[in-house]
């Protein structure tokens, strides 16, 4: 048992040395400036999408050409045959 009770005394004798060594270490560096910020990865890159959408095409807005239907008043595209609302043939 003593032996062991001898181990374990030396590991805490060791970690405590080591704690203290960074302690002090720390208020050196504070000291001197030379605190080295904690290891900061750099930013990984958003990952990427396998597939990467095109941005979205815009079409080049048609005006279209409307003639008031002379039947309902209601605005129909000179390209339709006839009145949506009413039915009568565009003029
Ligand atoms: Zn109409």
Not at 5 to 23: M, P, S, W
Not at 34 to 42: E, I, L, V
Not at 58 to 78: F, H, L, M
Request: net charge positive; proline share 13%; glycine share 10%.
């Amino acid at each position: 048992m003593g032996f062991l009770l001898k181990i374990l005394l030396f590991g805490v004798a060791v970690y405590g040395a080591y704690r203290t060594y960074r302690h002090w270490k720390g208020l050196f560096d504070r000291f001197t400036g030379n605190a080295n910020p904690p290891q900061r990865r750099p930013a990984a890159p958003p990952p990427q999408t396998a597939q990467q959408a095109p941005p979205p095409t815009r079409k080049p807005a048609v005006i279209e050409d409307t003639v008031q239907c002379a039947g309902c008043g209601a605005y129909i595209s000179t390209s339709a045959e006839k009145c949506g609302q009413c039915g009568r043939p565009r003029p």
